[in-house]
């Protein structure tokens, strides 16, 4: 069976056919608004929300259009003042305000510099989505695939071997030292006096014991009779 694609007009005839096929973009997104002006020289496309609740701007092109992104992020900006009044006129769809709006653009074709621009922007979370109308045999169809395959958190592997062993403190623990004995220190003899340090006694106190001396000697005597 022959597969033929379509020319597409204008942008309006992409948005009616995108809003109509809503699921070939994306499971689960919901139209709110649609052609929501933002300033002289931006125009929201469609304003939807995801099966989570998260705000979603689309931007749609006919042709290959670099400055969809700058539009986008501006309209990303704006959306991100009113999600509070969004969530309150939309409750029962549960946006949720906390989540930050991402952008979508969708496009035939898109260039290596604008590619290389989402890819390595960490900020805003910007999807490409790329379009062709076709048709097989009597019936058409919008196809679109994402450009880029979902990030997924990268993980932290740990070996089973490493994740049973104990983890090792940062500083090691001081082990205790041996108490040595202190070395004996050798008492010092005093010196011997020098002549001139030697003190003689008073000679009152020799003559003294000179007579004690001779008391003793003549008790000796005595006895010895």
């Not at 906390?98 to 290389?116: D, E, H, M």
Request: hydrophobic content about 35%; aromatic content about 6%; charged content about 30%.
């Amino acid at each position: 069976m022959p597969i033929e694609q379509i020319s597409v007009k204008d942008k309006q005839e992409l948005e009616r056919i995108v809003t109509e096929e809503m699921n070939a973009i994306e499971n689960g997104l919901t139209i709110l608004y649609n052609n929501i002006k933002i300033d002289p020289k931006t125009n929201l496309d469609l304003l939807c929300y995801d099966a989570n609740g998260r705000l979603v701007v689309l931007k749609l092109s006919v042709v290959e259009d670099d400055d969809a992104l700058f539009e986008g992020l501006r309209c990303i900006n704006y959306i991100d003042t009113v999600k509070p009044m969004l969530r309150a006129a939309y409750g029962k769809a549960g946006i949720d305000e906390n989540a930050q709006p991402r952008l979508a653009l969708i496009a035939p074709s898109f260039s290596s510099n604008l590619r290389n621009v989402v890819e390595n922007t960490n900020v805003i979370e910007v999807d490409l989505y790329q379009w062709d109308y076709l048709q097989i045999g009597d019936k058409r169809g919008l196809y679109a695939h994402s450009v880029f395959e979902k990030k997924q958190p990268a993980r932290t592997v740990v070996k089973e071997e490493e994740s049973k062993q104990p983890k090792k403190t940062a500083e090691k623990k001081m082990k205790p030292q041996p108490i040595l004995p202190m070395p004996e220190q050798k008492k010092e003899e005093p010196a011997p006096p020098t002549p001139s340090e030697v003190v003689m006694p008073p000679d009152d106190l020799v003559s003294t014991t000179e007579q004690k001396k001779q008391e003793k000697e003549k008790k000796k005597s005595i006895f010895s009779l």
